[in-house]
Nanobody, 120 residues
Framework: HVQLVESGGGSVQAGGSLRLSCTAS????????MGWSRQAPSKEREAIGT???????SIRDSVKGRFTISRDGSKKTLYLQMDNLEPEDTAAYYC???????????????WGQGTQVTVS
């Protein structure tokens, strides 16, 4: 059974930090792309960033300098380090995995259930 399991969410005060983890299980291959997105109440889901092949990351400008994406040595666990959190970061955070498409974009086909982050 293929699944992505997120963990590390919780409640934190503004200025605090959290590290989210996403572990892929049941996969017989290493996903070329893994990424994070988030969805705040009454808002559309927005992409946060991606990791391609455990070596090339990209992250949206609005969180650049505060959020960092990385993958562990197995390349099946993705992290999202979030520092200097703001109330506007409150959202459900989702992990996704998939393959690298031509042009270097990510084509996600596996999604996690999400983990809640609340910043007050």
């Amino acid at each position: 059974h293929v699944q992505l399991v997120e963990s590390g969410g919780g409640s934190v005060q503004a200025g605090g930090s959290l590290r989210l983890s996403c572990t892929a299980s049941g996969l017989t291959y290493i996903p070329g792309c893994m990424g994070w997105s988030r969805q705040a109440p009454s808002k559309e889901r927005e992409a946060i960033g991606t990791d391609i092949n455990g070596g090339r990351t990209s992250i949206r400008d609005s969180v650049k300098g505060r959020f960092t994406i990385s993958r562990d040595g197995s390349k099946k666990t993705l992290y999202l380090q979030m520092d200097n959190l703001e109330p506007e970061d409150t959202a459900a955070y989702y992990c996704a995995a998939g393959r690298v498409l031509s042009g270097g974009m990510c084509g996600f086909n596996i999604w996690g259930q999400g983990t809640q982050v609340t910043v007050s």
